[in-house]
């Protein structure tokens, strides 16, 4: 009968005896399917030496009543079925991830999408579940951006208005002039033009301001906040 290894399954604590082909290999475990490691088997011990020939005419002595028989093998029917349902694990060369032991996919990855551990820097990411965005936190998450873009059409009417009607809105003011200018309208105390140029830079800050605001939730940060599931 073949030789045997007298594993114990980490996960089951079921005890196993493997092939001795098997020794140094991985085995799944026919109860729990987890995986066994087989030791290397030692080598056998020498044999003691030859007990001298006894005087012709003598006869061995019989083993005594009761005496353990360390020759005799014993085998486990039960233990000897397990076994042929056992497989052994064949390994390959595949780079496998250092925390979960998966294989990498693709084989460069620096992240292993099974536990999300890092292999460049050292560290598992955390996961979490999270539930799904609805539709009224989308809007109530992208009104900013949108407002920010109505601000910015507002702006470039008033502008547009400013240079238009700034004149028109001095006249009959404090600020006009009795003295007639050279188109035979009245003069104003102070150019409609400083106060479109100063609308203008009103304007130009706002605008700024506004762009960046709907450019960073609009396309860098549109995704709604992440709520954590209970």
Same mark, same amino acid.
């Given at each position: ?32 399917? +987890? ?7 030692? @080598? ?29 093998? $014993?085998?486990?029917?039960? $233990?000897?079925?397990?076994?042929? @349902? ?58 900013? +951006? ?25 006249? +009959? ?10 188109? +035979? ?11 479109? $140029? ?33």
């Amino acid at each position: 009968m073949a030789d045997t290894i007298d594993v114990s399954c980490p996960d089951c604590k079921k005890k196993l005896k493997v092939p001795s082909q098997h020794a140094g290999k991985r085995v799944k475990c026919p109860d729990c399917k +987890g995986v066994v490691s087989v030791p290397v088997k030692p @080598a056998p011990a020498t044999k003691p030496a030859a007990p001298p020939p006894e005087e012709s005419g003598s006869k061995p002595a019989a083993p005594q009543a009761g005496s353990p028989d360390k020759y005799k093998v $014993t085998w486990d029917d039960e $233990t000897d079925n397990d076994n042929a @349902a056992m497989g052994v694990i064949h390994e390959d060369d595949s780079p496998r991830c250092p925390h979960c032991a998966q294989l990498l996919e693709p084989p460069e990855a620096i992240i292993c999408i099974h536990c999300g551990f890092n292999n460049r820097s050292r560290v598992k990411v955390e996961t979490k579940k999270v539930h799904e965005p609805e539709a009224g936190e989308w809007v109530a998450h992208l009104a900013p +951006g949108v407002i920010a873009i109505i601000m910015i059409v507002v702006f470039l009417v008033l502008d547009v208005m400013c240079l238009v009607n700034m004149r028109y809105w001095m006249e +009959g003011g404090m600020l006009e002039s009795d003295d007639d200018g050279f188109d +035979g309208r009245k003069k104003m105390y102070v150019s409609p033009g400083l106060f479109v $140029t100063m609308a203008f830079f009103v304007s130009i800050v706002g605008i700024y301001v506004f762009i960046r605001m709907g450019y960073r939730r609009l396309f860098v940060n549109y995704l709604p906040p992440e709520v954590a599931m209970k």
